[in-house]
């Protein structure tokens, strides 16, 4: 089951008998260099499910990693593997990114790698390519992001107006 997980530091399973963890991939490696691995060989995996470099990027921002440098250059490779994924799923991902209270973080790196357009279309673009656009854009799902950790249930139209403020 560990080889099936997309990233080491969510394989780690715990032995109730002996209280220790069990660890097939080098996730326990991993969290203590604070990076964030694929199992596997990234471009491989990355075909079989775009996603996955969703959640890597994810998972970095959340916890503050860094990505490491195989599964890294995967993405910037491979990043446009994205857009064959379903609308539904891709909204779905995104759902889960802004009703975390840690979106911008995510934002941020799928900025810095070249997902918001395929994710985000023209406003995604925009925000690549302008600097002054995407700091003013940040800032929006900061604030919204500490209104999600002030325990403010998630509103979908606050969320998407925000999230699309540039484009107005």
């Known amino acids: ?6 990233i080491t530091i969510n394989a780690l399973f715990y032995d109730i008998d002996t209280f220790s963890v069990i660890d097939h991939v080098g996730g326990l490696a991993d ?7 694929v199992i596997g060989d990234p471009a491989t995996r990355y075909t079989e499910d775009p ?8 998972h970095a921002a959340r916890q503050g990693f860094s990505v490491e440098e195989a599964s890294a250059d995967a993405i910037r ?6 857009r064959d994924c379903p609308g539904a799923r891709l909204y779905e991902e995104l759902n889960k990114d802004l009703s975390s209270g840690r979106s911008s973080g995510t934002l941020s790196l799928l900025k ?22 995407a700091g003013e854009f940040m800032r ?9 950790d002030s325990g403010a249930p998630f509103d979908a139209p606050v969320a998407y107006s925000l999230l699309l403020w540039p484009l107005a």
């Open 31 to 37: 969290i203590s260099r604070k990076r964030v691995r």
């Open 51 to 58: 996603v996955r470099m969703w959640r890597v990027l994810r």
């Open 77 to 82: 490779a491979h990043g446009q593997l994205i």
């Open 140 to 148: 929006l799902m900061e604030a919204h992001d500490r209104m999600m």
């Open 1 to 6: 089951d560990a080889f099936r997980r997309d």
């Open 112 to 133: 810095e790698y070249g997902l918001l357009s395929m994710l985000l279309g023209e406003l995604g673009a925009r925000l690549e390519e302008d600097a002054d656009l």
